[in-house]
């Protein structure tokens, strides 16, 4: 982890953490830009977030807005209309039930419609500042099993193995250390293991073919 802190540095974040930062992690537009992030590139989730923000920047304001309009700002994300349904459901939920504020726990969390772990945990690290979650997305799951770190079928199954294998303080960057580098070296298809800090230490645990160096 050491390792993977130094090397990410100047590297991209990915977009829900670009977002967090520039909103001073915002629970509401963290859960909105976490929500429209899922199987859709970071530069499209980024541009779909800023528009919907510029018309609507609080559950309030968003719960008014019809879905055909939440679809066209943030169209072309994947699932663009089953996530604008998601949106607005949320938005009201949190105004009815939770008194306008995005709640502070899993199990509050888990109960907005379209919200999963990936989506309830990033908003308890980024928002809630919690120390207590790791985050799983696909490159979470795929570069700890390829590290041999842990050996997991699915992203929820990932989740609960890296809570007894990793080190606590290590918890709330797991996802930030992960997916950085998952989108630039240890990459689904074709990882650039010769550009890999972890080289050494990486069992390469189901990779096939390796990319070549830039």
């Known amino acids: 982890m050491r390792r ?3 090397a990410i540095d100047g590297l991209d974040e990915p ?17 909105i830009a976490t ?4 199987q859709t590139k970071d530069a499209v989730t980024a541009a779909a977030s800023d528009r919907l923000f510029k018309v609507a920047r609080t559950p309030k304001a968003m719960s008014t807005l019809p879905v055909k309009e939440i679809e066209q700002l943030i169209y072309p994300v ?14 009201e939920q949190i105004m ?3 008194g306008g504020h995005v ?7 888990l109960t907005l419609p379209g919200v999963g772990r990936k989506t309830a945990n990033l908003v308890l690290i980024l928002a809630h500042r919690s120390q207590s979650n790791i985050c799983v997305d696909t490159h979470v799951h795929r570069i700890s099993n390829r590290l041999g ?14 809570y007894a294998v990793a080190q606590r303080k290590w918890w709330p960057v797991i996802n930030l250390y992960l997916v950085t580098w998952g989108q630039n070296v240890c990459r689904p298809v074709y990882p650039l293991c010769g550009q890999c800090v972890l080289v050494d230490l990486c069992p390469k645990l189901g990779v096939v073919k390796v990319g070549k160096n830039k």
């Not at 977009?15 to 859960?31: G, N, Y």
């Not at 929500?35 to 899922?38: N, P, T, V």
């Not at 709640?103 to 969390?109: D, F, K, N």
């Open 4 to 6: 993977l802190a130094k």
């Open 15 to 31: 977009a829900v953490e670009k977002i967090a930062q520039e909103q001073a992690e915002d629970p509401f537009q963290v859960l």
């Open 35 to 38: 929500l429209l992030s899922a």
């Open 78 to 91: 994947s699932f663009y209309r089953t996530k604008a349904v998601h949106v607005k459901a949320a938005c």
């Open 96 to 98: 009815t039930r939770y």
């Open 103 to 109: 709640p502070s726990t899993m199990e509050e969390l």
């Open 149 to 162: 770190w842990i050996s997991t079928r699915t992203p929820e199954e990932t989740e609960h193995a890296l």
